[in-house]
């Protein structure tokens, strides 16, 4: 992961990040769960961050299989 | 008389398999916290359970999207937000005379409500012909639900038949499968039901507490939610959101009940549906072959073990369900449940209202021994109250 800089990816509800989080492992794609960072939304669940390099895989993991909100790289 | 027999697994199965019990006392100790509520290391455990169960769930019932597993409390109340989401401004709906209280009460509340409903009948042996559900749907029917298999007779009903005339007529189907799920196979897509409502506590080997609903594809966009409240998703907007499963999820779940059912369900995969189904198949044929041979003994439903789950219901000539229930948990530590069932239309339509019948659920657990021990006891009280009846 570069310095300072990663990607999150943002869902509906906790069940479907969790439900995101098996496709990344299925994938083998390197994730963290974390808290949703507050300045990117009021919401108080979790998302999951990656490195800005995977995404293009995170992407083509949960296509069709999971829907997600947006991607953001901060 | 030290020995006990439990033969009420039709109501709550026991014992339960030692996983789903270390599951919970695992979640208890190492995770325990609130799921998808906080953002914290044994919150987000906490969701894991939650969707490993979805997951397991989804699997067994052929469920193509996990995110359609809703959990409930039981059975119950997934089938109050089916009958009530579908029917609280009125419409119609079609049932049949063999259904549970879980089924019948929510339908009568909604015909308090103005709404209505049709019921078909079924044979004295519980048996149900499809076409007599065909010959009761209106013009205004938003609703098919039946059970899978009678609690009072154990008789198997043909959902998959019921499941084609739905499709055909375009009406939703809800199963009600409290007596089936985990023994005798269900699958929602191949079936095409749209509404399968589950309890954990019976076939499923989860604690009591725990349930749910398989809503196939776009049906959650039919009903209401029964409930509405925190999800832990949409925090900012004070409206219920309407993606699933938190549509119909408001307030902290049953997560450490969720563990074990997960536990359970993992229990039936390790140990083969098939196989637990043959071996209360067995247990069935003992009964109704021993029984069947005691004057006095009356046994109900289709006497087949093909034809129905592991429940015999039975009457003994001159001795009440209930003093039938107290003499073997008495003299022979034997628990059997007695009276109605909460299915007065069930034992209507068997001709065994209101007096009701002993109902004997063996369960995975039952041995063959414990089988034999309740044969010998019902043939012993059979001759007492012959002898005494004299006196």
Redesign the interface.
């Known amino acids: 992961m570069s310095a300072a800089e990663y990607c999150v990816i943002l869902f509906d509800s906790v069940s479907s990040t969790l439900l995101a989080e098996k496709f990344l492992k299925k994938a083998a794609i390197l994730h963290k769960v974390i808290p949703v960072p507050r300045h990117i939304s009021s919401d108080c669940g979790v998302c999951i961050r990656f490195s800005p390099d995977l995404r293009d895989r995170v992407e083509q993991a949960l296509t069709g299989s999971v829907e997600f909100r947006e991607i953001c790289t901060l | 008389m030290n020995r006990t027999v439990y033969l009420d697994n039709a109501a709550t199965s026991w014992p339960k398999p030692s996983s789903t019990i270390e599951a919970m006392v695992e979640f208890n100790r190492s995770i325990g916290a609130n799921?998808?509520?906080?953002?914290?290391a044994r919150?987000?455990d906490a969701?894991?359970t939650?969707?490993d169960a979805?997951?397991a769930v989804a699997g067994l019932f052929g469920a193509s999207n996990?995110?359609g597993v809703i959990f409930t409390k039981n059975v119950t109340e997934a089938l109050n937000i089916v009958i009530s989401g579908l029917l609280n401004d009125g419409g119609h709906a079609v049932t049949t005379s063999m259904e549970h209280n879980s089924v019948m009460r929510p339908l009568n509340a909604a015909r308090a409500r103005g709404a209505d409903f049709s019921v078909a009948p079924c044979s004295r042996r519980g048996e149900l012909d499809p076409r007599d559900i065909a010959s009761i749907i209106m013009p205004d029917t938003r609703l098919i639900v039946m059970t899978h298999a009678s609690n009072v007779t154990g008789t198997i009903m043909p959902v998959a038949e019921v499941a084609s005339i739905a499709r055909e007529r375009g009406i939703p189907l809800c199963v009600d499968a409290a007596q089936t799920a985990g023994v005798i196979p269900i699958d929602v897509g191949a079936m095409d039901i749209g509404f399968l409502a589950f309890t954990g506590h019976k076939s499923l080997f989860g604690p009591q507490g725990t349930g749910g609903l398989v809503l196939g594809k776009g049906y959650e966009r039919m009903i209401e939610p029964l409930m509405y409240g925190g999800?832990?998703?949409?925090?900012?907007f004070e409206v219920q959101?309407d993606?699933?499963?938190?549509k119909f999820e408001s307030g902290t779940p049953n997560t450490i009940g969720i563990a074990g059912l997960g536990a359970g369900i993992a229990f039936i995969g390790q140990t083969g549906m098939d196989a637990i189904r043959t071996h209360e198949k067995k247990l069935t044929a003992r009964l109704l072959d021993g029984l069947g041979s005691i004057e006095g003994v009356r046994i109900y439903g289709p006497c087949d073990p093909e034809r129905q789950t592991a429940v015999v219901s039975l009457t003994l000539q001159g001795m009440s369900s209930s003093e039938l229930a107290l003499a073997l948990d008495e003299d022979y530590g034997i628990m059997a449940r007695s009276g109605l069932h909460c299915a007065p239309s069930a034992h209507r339509t068997i001709g065994t209202f209101p007096e009701g019948t002993l109902r004997l659920s063996p369960g995975y657990f039952t041995t063959r021994e414990d089988i034999e021990h309740t044969v010998e006891a019902i043939a012993a009280l059979a001759v007492r109250k012959k002898s005494g009846a004299k006196t």
């Open positions: 799921p998808g509520r906080s953002g914290h919150s987000v969701g894991r939650l969707i979805r997951e996990m995110l999800t832990g998703s949409r925090s900012e959101p993606f699933l499963p938190d």
